[in-house]
């Protein structure tokens, strides 16, 4: 919405954009800069923004933090980073107890809690994607288009058009930004998309991500078989979390599941994708070795199929939409 206004921005993005395939977009004449704040490493803490939005505290790199508690805190103090004069802007929802500073606005968006100050009202689906109406402390824009589907996204235009609106956008630029937003490649990315057959990769890896992804299918797609294909990302966060994997896994109809991608460790002794899979109460449900994928999904000929996952998932993606076509 910034790159599409007359505000202007510079980016540098956690995913390649749809619309101008690429993570980096550079400005000369726009002072704002937009980027991705990583938890991960405590990474975050080294920024000292102007305006901050958080959407999401989950619990993640315990293999970092330790535990939920220190996840948090390292929120609140990278609230605490904002500079005098600048805005937080959080999710209502999300449970943080940020100390309150005179020189810091400190906002909160939501889906459709009418308490905040920027939410979403009306909101239904219209020729597969979502319009709704957006209230800006007191303000109402009817009728904004999203022109990608999920409403997972639907929440996180709330939080963008707070934002825009924050920055300068005019309500003109910000409708026609928003209609125009075609995505980020592996968020919810359709690779196929036919009457028959619907195929969407994801890069959902934590518990939380694949509920929201697989809840967006199931409203996009209520009389479907959905079919989820999933490699868990990281030992360490199997082994945190493979109950809450299960129980957002439990959403999908039929499950095939890959190994664990390892990424930067070493093997657990105990740890691996059957620890999520025994949990999981599904009547088709089994863990497939990559080269076997294409045959095991071919086997339970999917009608809407989700493949997600963090790792090396992405380089099987051209392999089964071709197969598949």
């Avoid at 939005?53 to 939920?68: K, Q, R």
């Avoid at 109406?133 to 929440?155: C, H, I, Q, S, T």
Wanted: proline content about 3%; glycine content about 6%.
């Amino acid at each position: 919405m910034l790159k599409q206004s007359a505000v202007d921005c510079s980016a540098f993005l956690g995913g390649v954009s749809q619309n101008y395939k690429t993570n980096l977009l550079l400005s000369e004449r726009s002072d704002y800069v937009v980027l991705e704040a990583d938890e991960f490493d405590r990474s975050f803490l080294k920024l000292k923004p102007y305006l901050a939005l958080v959407s999401s505290a989950d619990a993640d790199h315990l293999d970092i933090y330790g535990d939920d508690r220190s996840v948090k805190e390292s929120f609140v103090e990278f609230g605490g980073l904002i500079k005098a004069g600048g805005i937080l802007l959080t999710k209502k929802e999300i449970e943080l107890e940020f100390k309150e500073r005179d020189e810091v606005c400190h906002l909160r968006y939501s889906l459709e809690d009418q308490e905040a100050d920027f939410f979403a009202d009306n909101i239904r689906l219209v020729d597969g994607l979502y319009c709704f109406d957006f209230y800006a402390r007191g303000a109402v824009m009817k009728d904004m288009v999203l022109g990608v589907p999920g409403m997972v996204n639907v929440e996180n235009a709330v939080g963008a058009c707070a934002v825009a609106c924050l920055t300068g956008v005019g309500e003109d630029e910000m409708r026609r930004a928003l209609c125009g937003f075609k995505g980020i490649r592996r968020r919810f990315d359709y690779r196929i998309k036919r009457d028959d057959l619907v195929l969407i990769d994801d890069y959902a890896h934590h518990p939380e991500e694949i509920k929201a992804t697989i809840r967006s299918v199931r409203a996009l797609y209520p009389k479907r078989r959905v079919t989820g294909v999933f490699q868990p990302h990281l030992f360490s966060r199997t082994k945190d979390f493979y109950k809450d994997f299960a129980r957002s896994l439990n959403q999908l109809d039929e499950l095939i599941m890959l190994d664990i991608y390892p990424a930067r460790e070493e093997p657990m002794e105990g740890v691996s994708s059957h620890i999520i899979l025994d949990l999981v109460d599904l009547p088709v449900r089994k863990i497939v070795d990559k080269k076997k994928l294409i045959d095991e999904i071919k086997a339970v000929n999917p009608e809407v199929l989700l493949m997600m996952g963090a790792g090396d998932i992405d380089k099987e993606i051209d392999k089964v939409a071709n197969a598949l076509r």
